[in-house]
């Protein structure tokens, strides 16, 4: 295997923006990345810090069967998904890494190809280069691309866009990859915040999407956003029990590990609703204060229903967008960090406290 050229880290390039952000008198407004400010819930806390802090032990890289079996209740109750084996559930580090090294896992070949959404998280397109593959970009159903088809990526909510994809799109990439041989990888770190998306954001797991045969398909699950954990690096990936499995077997070897009491803490997490609302309901008012603060400054917002990021343009060069919002002591992150589609975007983060989001919004001429 030929190790593909990485790019260079996006957020690198922002340093001129910062600068010129953090130089405004009120101070730097940073809604640039999605990284949350809120508090981790009690009773996350209180499970890290309980008894399976005290287990001198090595954990199981599977974990304990009453996380995977907490998973599967919460799947079903906040998503409506069924049919889920516990044992088809595997702790991971965060979902990054899971996205960054899905590939490699599943043991692709020179020749396979990847495909990723037009409008891209940059991870997923890393994951192929760290693998030596190839990727295209492609929201539609061909059999363009690299080589032959192994792996299909999903996002939905998007990052960045807040794009929500129907359920009829669903079912045809899950038909269409059955039919090449090829897995489907649904990201569905945003999938707790539906923000006012009408229908509501579905899992490739739903049995509305895949009639309830979880075969060829995985759903990559993140607690950062919906519970305020991205400093724990608790995620889990579902579905396919066979390919489940074999992620397992090579995360054993490789000793990818969640350390037990992050296992601890992502059962309390995921057992518990009530932090979830509040959250979903932070952000969603966060959105509406921001969205008012962009329109006036001038920007469309597109999409943008769902998820964590609002996805606004002028029709002019990404990066002039950047510079005029720094200006204000904004910064937000250039379009075109997630493919040449979106060089007249910039993507604008909901992560902020509620003071600094009505900062921004006033600055921006927000009634």
């Not at 880290?9 to 640039?32: I, K, N």
């Not at 069967?65 to 409506?80: I, K, N, Q, Y």
């Not at 923000?195 to 993140?222: E, I, K, M, R, Y």
């Not at 990404?318 to 910039?346: D, K, M």
Request: proline residues 8%; aromatic residues 4%.
């Amino acid at each position: 295997m030929t190790r593909r050229a990485l790019p260079d880290f996006p957020w690198d390039s922002l340093g001129a923006a910062r600068e010129r952000a953090t130089a405004h008198p009120d101070g730097l407004v940073d809604l640039s990345v999605g990284t949350p400010v809120d508090p981790v819930p009690d009773v996350v806390r209180d499970a890290l810090c309980g008894p399976a802090s005290t287990e001198p032990g090595y954990p199981t890289t599977h974990g304990p069967a009453d996380l995977r079996e907490a998973v599967t209740a919460s799947l079903e109750r906040r998503f409506g998904v069924s049919g889920v084996d516990p044992v088809a559930v595997l702790p991971t580090i965060g979902s990054k890494e899971m996205v960054a090294w899905l590939p490699t896992l599943l043991d692709l070949q020179p020749g396979d190809g990847v495909v990723i959404p037009e409008l891209a998280y940059p991870t997923y397109e890393v994951g192929a280069r760290l693998a030596g593959l190839d990727s295209v970009r492609s929201d539609g159903l061909t059999a363009a691309g690299p080589g032959r088809v192994r792996l299909v990526w999903l996002n939905s909510p998007s990052n960045p866009t807040g794009r929500v994809l129907p359920v009829e799109h669903l079912r045809k990439v899950v038909t269409w990859a059955r039919e090449r041989g090829a897995v489907v990888a649904s990201d569905e770190c945003y999938l707790g915040l539906p923000g006012a998306a009408d229908p509501a954001p579905l899992s490739v797991l739903h049995p509305d999407v895949c009639g309830g045969d979880h075969t060829g398909l995985l759903a990559v699950h993140s607690l950062s956003k919906v519970s305020n954990l991205a400093g724990y690096r608790a995620g889990f990936v579902t579905g396919d029990p066979a390919l489940v499995a074999g992620l397992l077997e090579v995360r054993k070897h490789a000793g990818m590990i969640v350390p037990r009491p992050v296992q601890a803490a992502l059962a309390a997490a995921v057992s518990d609703d009530a932090h979830v609302a509040v959250q979903a309901a932070r952000y969603e008012a966060r959105r509406t204060r921001l969205r008012a603060g962009l329109e006036a400054f001038g920007l469309k917002i597109e999409h943008s229903a769902a998820g964590l990021y609002l996805w606004a343009t002028e029709g002019e060069n990404c990066r002039t967008t950047v510079a005029r919002l720094a200006e204000r002591g904004i910064l937000v992150a250039p379009g075109e960090f997630y493919g040449p589609a979106g060089s007249s975007h910039v993507r604008v983060a909901l992560t902020a406290s509620d003071e600094r989001i009505d900062t921004a919004a006033d600055r921006l001429g927000a009634s």
